[in-house]
């Protein structure tokens, strides 16, 4: 049974079709990248899948549930969270409280308790604040826990995208291009944390653009090219894809 | 587990040398200047919750006059009209306050956007003339009058010094209330609308839950400085329910820095307090107010408190560069 499914989504911006009838699946445990040139359409399926924005048609299913139509916070809760292309933090927040916002969907205390602070709250809120500092030493940079998120290094953003992201405790997270404006040993530090994410059984499904990094760590690969799927397979095979490469390079011109 | 809790210290230590500060003040001032400062209470309930809406969920409400209205004219009416306890019209004041808000806020609230500072400008117009013409309700012009001061049992709250330790009581409980929500589970959802409404949907935050719930709180405040208000100087007529008011109460949230609740008060403090001294020139109160928004917005843009730690953090750093330097020699 597939952990993620989608079937037939389709979203057009007037006359630009920028996702086109794609399915695939994604399996519980795997790692999945998504990737296509510039313009493929590749954000759109995360932003399909999250619920924020509307697919023209087809569907998605999560543990065999529809959950198209749902609202993003919805679909949070139900265990798919997500990273943003264009870092998205809360930049006037601490580093921890970033990561305590991702706490949200797990915890229950809302607006009336919170004002007059109920014994409760105050139990849930001591336990997010130690869960969020684990998060915070799991992917490294609990050294900037009271930093303000605007104060940090473009690396040390990506990081703490991650870290909230994983703080929903979701099923599958979505990374969209965690690599991009990383050096070469971020990126090799990135690919080991992907492994560990993996290993606490969170499945994987990114979009990137580092090939190295991509091929390396995915256990399948998707290939999008103007909207459209073009290939699907493990990432030796899409190496050796002529219509990838074609997508990726152009026609190989004809010799007389 | 080190997790360090100085949020909590940097909470209550100067919520405890603030209540203190005004616990004690009466002592040293005038019954004059003790009655501006139960308007300083008065305003502050307002502008706090103008804050918390402005600074934590980042929209403006420029009709918040008319809560503050909703609030004097429901606990007027409860007290003489229907002779009810003074209690009775408090709880009304809320509940009225808090329900219209709920009106307003839910179809506004769900759009992206500053649609609700449109609603509540609109909102703000409807109420003045609502007070003015629904007359045999209101009043019209002429207002309400003899209505009953607050009490609990036969003792009445009359004198200045009474009032005041009523109103700031009131304002000191409405400021902790406010902290509880700043610092829980919807006040940094709250926050993190206001610093991506998108990131906060994706880490499952309803936001137009919040934004409603928090003007709703807002307009509650609002609601409850208008029944103290009436009680306080025991008439009423539609006059400082105005669009006026509304926009004064946005700029002390402005020049007291809306992404702090001390800045509601500190703003309450300044703009209350400068035009009372500075009466000689009363009629150039608007510009007053223009100059001081002015020039807060030039050298303190965000606001005095949070401009004021801005420049003791500042100090420090020079401090600890100077002392690197002194190590280095």
């Not at chain 1, 590749?42 to 697919?55: A, S, V, W």
């Not at chain 2, 936001?207 to 307009?219: P, R």
Request: net charge neutral.
């Amino acid at each position: 049974m597939a952990l993620l499914r989608i079937e037939k989504l389709t979203k057009a911006y007037g006359g630009l079709v920028a996702v086109d009838s794609v399915d695939f699946k994604i399996y519980e445990g795997q790692i999945k990248a998504l990737i296509g040139p510039n313009g493929a359409g590749k954000t759109t399926i995360f932003n399909l899948i999250t619920g924020m924005e509307k697919p023209d048609d087809g569907e998605t299913f999560f543990n065999e549930q529809g959950i198209t139509g749902l609202k993003p916070h919805q679909i949070a809760r139900l265990g798919i969270s997500r990273t943003f292309q264009n870092i998205q933090l809360f930049g006037e927040m601490t580093v921890l409280e970033n990561v305590m916002v991702g706490r949200h969907p797990r915890t229950k205390a809302e607006f009336f308790a919170s004002a007059f602070r109920l014994p409760p709250v105050g139990r849930e809120e001591k336990a997010i604040a130690e869960d969020s500092f684990e998060l915070a030493k799991f992917i490294g940079i609990v050294s900037k826990a009271q930093t303000l998120a605007k104060n940090l290094s473009h690396g040390e953003r990506r990081l703490l995208e991650i870290a909230r992201a994983l703080a929903t405790e979701p099923e599958i997270i979505l990374l969209d291009e965690p690599a991009a404006g990383l050096n070469d040993r971020e990126t090799g530090e990135l690919g080991e944390l992907i492994y560990r994410i993996r290993d606490k059984g969170i499945t994987v499904f990114l979009v990137e653009h580092n090939m190295g990094l991509v091929m390396e760590i995915s256990d399948e690969v998707v290939v999008l090219d103007h909207g459209k799927k073009i290939a699907e397979g493990p990432p030796l095979l899409i190496q050796e894809d002529e219509q990838v490469i074609e997508a990726y390079l152009g026609k190989e011109i004809e010799h007389a | 587990m080190q997790v360090k809790n100085s949020g909590i210290l940097k909470k209550y230590i100067p919520l405890a040398v603030f209540s203190l500060a005004i616990f004690l003040l009466p002592v040293y001032i005038s019954n004059y200047e003790m009655k501006t400062l139960i308007f300083v209470g008065i305003n502050a309930i307002v502008a706090m919750g103008l804050c918390l809406l402005m600074g934590y969920a980042g929209q403006i409400s420029i009709g918040h006059a008319a809560f503050y209205g909703i609030g004097a004219y429901a606990s007027a009416i409860i007290t003489t009209t229907y002779g009810l306890s003074v209690w009775i019209g408090f709880l009304a004041a809320i509940l009225l306050s808090g329900l219209v808000a709920l009106l307003i806020g839910m179809p506004s609230l769900r759009l992206k956007g500053h649609y609700l500072a449109m609603a509540t400008l609109g909102f703000g117009e409807i109420m003045y003339v609502f007070f003015v013409e629904m007359d045999q309700l209101t009043g019209g012009t002429e207002g309400i009058l003899s209505i009953p001061p607050l009490s609990i049992g036969k003792f009445a709250f009359t004198t200045s010094k009474q009032i005041y330790y009523v109103v700031w009581i009131i304002a000191i409980l409405l400021l902790i209330v406010a902290l509880n929500v700043i610092h829980s589970r919807v006040g940094r959802a709250l926050r993190a609308v206001h610093g991506s409404e998108i990131a906060a949907q994706a880490m499952g935050v309803n936001t137009s839950k919040y934004k409603i719930q928090i003007f709703v709180l807002s307009a509650v405040y609002a609601g409850i400085a208008g029944s103290l208000y009436a009680h306080f100087v025991n008439f009423i007529n539609p006059s400082p329910f105005t669009l006026n008011f509304s926009i004064i109460l946005v700029i002390i949230v402005v020049v007291g820095g809306m992404s702090s609740i001390w800045g509601a008060l500190v703003g309450s403090f300044v703009m209350t307090l400068l035009p009372e001294y500075l009466r000689v020139f009363q009629e150039y109160n608007l510009i007053i107010y223009a100059l001081i928004l002015m020039s807060v917005m030039i050298f303190m843009p965000s606001g005095l408190v949070p401009g004021f730690f801005n420049l003791v953090n500042q100090f420090k750093q020079k401090e600890g560069i100077w002392r690197f330097l002194e190590s280095k020699n």
